[in-house]
T-cell receptor
Framework: DTGVSQNPRHKITKRGQNVTFRCDPI?????LYWYRQTLGQGPEFLTY????????KSRLLSDRFSAERPKGSFSTLEIQRTEQGDSAMYLC????????????FGQGTRLTVV | RKEVEQDPGPFNVPEGATVAFNCTYS??????FFWYRQDCRKEPKLLMS???SGNEDGRFTAQLNRASQYISLLIRDSKLSDSATYLC??????????????FGKGTLLTVNP
C-alpha cells in the first residue's frame, strides 16, 4: 500500500496523559499536513511541513501540541496533558506541494480522552 | 469572515434530482480549488479539481468565478451512492509562495430512494 498511513487508528487515553501519533506520507510527497476534525465539522488546519520545515502552525493550536518531521519523511504529532476537548479525528495528508496539486489523506487517528 | 464558507445544508433529495452546492472564499490570492467527498467516519477523498473557469466529469460539474470568489458543484441525476459530505477546499497563498489547503465545514447530502 503506497498511500498515506497513520498510526494508531484509535487511541483512548486518560485526561492529563501525553499521546503521540505518527503519519507516513506518500514517499515522493514533500508537503505534509495535519488536520483535526470533530463531528459535523470540516477538517481544521493544525500545521504543515515542506520537507522537514514547519511552515505554519495554526494559532488555534495550543502550546500542548507539537509536530515534527525530522527527516522530511514521516511526521509525529504530540499532544501533552490531554484534555477532553482534544477528542477528535486527527487527519494527516500529503501532497507534491505545488499550487495545483491535491492532497491525499490517511485514514486518521481517532482520539478519545476520558 | 471565515476563509471558506459553504452552504450549511443538510440537503435531502430524491434519486434522480439535480443538486448544487455553493462555496465562497475570502483570500483573493487563492490559486486552485477542489471538491472533496467524505463518507461517514472515513477520510476525505478528491472528487474534482477546479483550475480555471470550471470542469465537468460525468454527472458532476464544478464552476469557478474568480471575480466573485465563488465555487459551485452541481450533481445531476443523483444516485443513492452520492450520499456523503462534500467539502470545498481552497489552496491559498499563505505568503512566500507557500500554499496551504483550507477546508470548508462541508455540506451533507442524503439521496433518498
Amino acid at each position: 500500500d503506497t498511500g498515506v498511513s497513520q498510526n494508531p487508528r484509535h487511541k483512548i487515553t486518560k485526561r492529563g496523559q501525553n499521546v503521540t501519533f505518527r503519519c507516513d506520507p506518500i514517499s515522493e510527497h514533500n508537503r505534509l499536513y495535519w488536520y483535526r476534525q470533530t463531528l459535523g465539522q470540516g477538517p481544521e488546519f493544525l500545521t504543515y511541513f515542506q520537507n522537514e520545515a514547519q511552515l505554519e502552525k495554526s494559532r488555534l493550536l495550543s502550546d500542548r501540541f507539537s509536530a515534527e518531521r525530522p527527516k522530511g519523511s514521516f511526521s509525529t504529532l504530540e499532544i501533552q496533558r490531554t484534555e477532553q476537548g482534544d477528542s477528535a479525528m486527527y487527519l494527516c495528508a500529503s501532497s507534491l506541494g505545488s499550487w495545483n496539486t491535491e492532497a491525499f489523506f490517511g485514514q486518521g487517528t481517532r482520539l478519545t480522552v476520558v | 469572515r471565515k476563509e471558506v464558507e459553504q452552504d450549511p445544508g443538510p440537503f435531502n433529495v430524491p434519486e434522480g434530482a439535480t443538486v448544487a452546492f455553493n462555496c465562497t472564499y475570502s483570500n483573493s490570492a487563492s490559486q486552485s480549488f477542489f471538491w472533496y467527498r467524505q463518507d461517514c467516519r472515513k477520510e476525505p477523498k478528491l472528487l474534482m479539481s477546479v483550475y480555471s473557469s470550471g470542469n465537468e466529469d460525468g454527472r458532476f460539474t464544478a464552476q469557478l468565478n474568480r471575480a466573485s470568489q465563488y465555487i459551485s458543484l452541481l450533481i445531476r441525476d443523483s444516485k443513492l451512492s452520492d450520499s456523503a459530505t462534500y467539502l470545498c477546499v481552497v489552496n491559498e497563498d499563505s505568503g512566500g509562495s507557500n500554499y496551504k489547503l483550507t477546508f470548508g465545514k462541508g455540506t451533507l447530502l442524503t439521496v433518498n430512494p
